[in-house]
């Protein structure tokens, strides 16, 4: 069993309503030879410096969240994804211990499998940018200001897709015009949404 990482040992320790689950995952994926790292806020279990599974919690569940979950069989068919938007990553959630030792065989066979899929260098094709909708404020800004066209264009895939997705969620037109309006100078500086 591969030890625990002191910095991560906050995560377990703090008070939370899910502190029991937590360390029930830990112990599991810890059995599977994985090394115990801190990113995002968040327990994450790496192979090789590359992320495989990390430990999270939301209110009304806790998870394991596989990095390349999209490309594992999922014989069981517990693997979430989280919305659809969420391209490569996917969840098993729980509710209870309980739930997490009874499922102790499969979680480390999944694992196990999301080992194997990064040593043999598999990657989940993500949709272009292009792919993703336009809404039509965007797009006339984008025709209107060609330093704002050049910006966007200079800014990473990521970036593109994170302001295309914010900017298509409201319903009325004038909510999606006051985001893209709010974002102008962000995009302009060559930032991303949330950086």
């Given at each position: 069993?591969?030890?625990?990482?002191?910095?991560?040992?906050?995560?377990?320790?703090?008070?939370?309503?899910?502190?029991?689950e937590?360390?029930?995952?830990?112990?599991?994926?810890?059995?599977?030879?994985?090394t115990?790292?801190?990113?995002?806020?968040?327990?994450?279990?790496?192979?090789?410096?590359?992320?495989?599974?990390?430990?999270?919690?939301?209110?009304?569940?806790?998870?394991?969240?596989?990095?390349?979950?999209?490309?594992?069989?999922?014989?069981?068919?517990?693997l979430?994804?989280?919305?659809?938007?969420?391209?490569?990553?996917?969840?098993?959630?729980?509710?209870?211990?309980?739930?997490?030792?009874?499922?102790?065989?499969?979680?480390?066979?999944?694992?196990?499998?999301?080992?194997?899929?990064?040593?043999?260098g598999?990657?989940?094709?993500?949709?272009?940018?292009?792919?993703?909708?336009?809404?039509?404020?965007?797009?006339?800004?984008?025709?209107?200001?060609?330093?704002?066209?050049?910006?966007?264009?200079?800014?990473?895939?990521?970036?593109?897709?994170?302001?295309?997705?914010?900017?298509?969620?409201?319903?009325?037109?004038?909510?999606?015009?006051?985001?893209?309006?709010?974002?102008?100078?962000?995009?302009?500086?060559?930032?991303?949404?949330?950086?």
């Amino acid at each position: 069993m591969h030890r625990t990482n002191p910095k991560v040992d906050w995560f377990f320790n703090k008070p939370g309503q899910w502190q029991q689950e937590y360390e029930k995952l830990r112990k599991i994926v810890l059995e599977c030879d994985l090394t115990e790292e801190l990113k995002w806020g968040c327990p994450c279990y790496t192979f090789e410096k590359r992320n495989i599974v990390l430990i999270h919690g939301f209110k009304e569940y806790c998870a394991l969240l596989f990095v390349k979950g999209a490309l594992l069989k999922d014989p069981k068919g517990i693997l979430i994804q989280q919305t659809e938007n969420v391209q490569s990553a996917r969840q098993v959630r729980f509710t209870s211990g309980r739930e997490i030792v009874k499922m102790k065989g499969t979680l480390k066979a999944y694992i196990r499998e999301a080992i194997a899929a990064e040593k043999s260098g598999l990657k989940v094709s993500l949709k272009k940018t292009s792919q993703f909708a336009m809404p039509e404020e965007f797009k006339g800004k984008l025709d209107e200001v060609p330093a704002l066209k050049k910006a966007f264009k200079a800014l990473t895939p990521g970036r593109q897709r994170g302001y295309l997705l914010y900017f298509s969620q409201p319903k009325q037109s004038k909510t999606r015009q006051a985001r893209v309006e709010k974002s102008i100078p962000q995009i302009l500086n060559g930032r991303g949404l949330n950086d």
